[in-house]
């Protein structure tokens, strides 16, 4: 009697790495073709960057929060993505 723990990890799981993998196909099929170099730590940064204040725990919060950040750092981010690239 209880609750099978391990049998929602995995359902939870199994959901998220669906999500995740949407989200890649999406991502190509916008772009065109999907490189390695495009994801350097910058790009891993920002996204932590994005996540972190908003909360993992809530929705909501992320959405709102990232967009916030993301719209907030997006001049800062090309100009200094194109002074890298110099």
């Known amino acids: ?3 099978n ?4 990890k995995a ?5 998220s790495s669906m999500y995740a993998g949407l989200s890649g ?3 190509g099929l916008s772009i065109g073709r999907i490189a390695p170099e ?3 730590r910058f790009v891993s ?6 996540i972190g204040p908003g909360g993992l725990g809530s929705l909501g919060g992320c959405r709102h929060r990232g967009a916030v950040r ?8 090309r100009s200094a993505t ?5």
């Open 70 to 77: 993301s719209r907030c750092t997006g001049p800062t981010t």
């Open 1 to 3: 009697m209880g609750v």
């Open 11 to 15: 359902a939870i799981f199994l959901v």
């Open 5 to 8: 723990v391990q049998r929602y």
């Open 25 to 27: 196909v999406m991502y």
């Open 38 to 40: 495009s994801f350097g």
């Open 45 to 50: 940064i920002q996204y932590l960057a994005m």
């Open 82 to 86: 194109s002074t890298a690239s110099r």
